[in-house]
């Protein structure tokens, strides 16, 4: 077994039960910190890695997939003609995808 990925998942472990402590505990991140003598950096780094943005795919709960809004475009010209299609998403760091129809 490897040593390291042993160690870095008894610290998740751990600081996934002190994040759970926290929000049960009705207490504001900096006084639950203080009052249990974590430190509020190394809290919210933590906590960061393990819970999820809000708005972000790893919410959902199993058997869940994200809304789309289904949208109805107009891609006719006046001679009836389909005009074309383009999609691009930008994937971060300098990457786009594009898609184009036409």
């Not at 929000?23 to 906590?47: A, D, H, M």
């Not at 994937?91 to 129809?101: D, H, K, V």
Request: glycine residues 10%; proline residues 4%; charged residues 25%.
């Amino acid at each position: 077994m490897d040593t390291a990925n042993s160690n870095n998942g008894d610290r998740a472990a751990y600081w996934q039960a002190v994040v759970d402590e926290q929000k049960n505990s009705g207490l504001s991140i900096p006084r639950f910190c203080t009052e249990r003598g974590v430190v509020l950096s190394q809290f919210y780094y933590w906590r960061r890695r393990l819970v999820p943005a809000e708005g972000s795919l790893r919410e959902l709960g199993a058997g869940q997939s994200p809304a789309f809004v289904e949208l109805e475009l107009d891609r006719q010209g006046a001679a009836g003609a389909h005009l074309p299609l383009e999609i691009r998403l930008d994937l971060g760091a300098g990457c786009t995808l594009s898609i184009r129809r036409g």
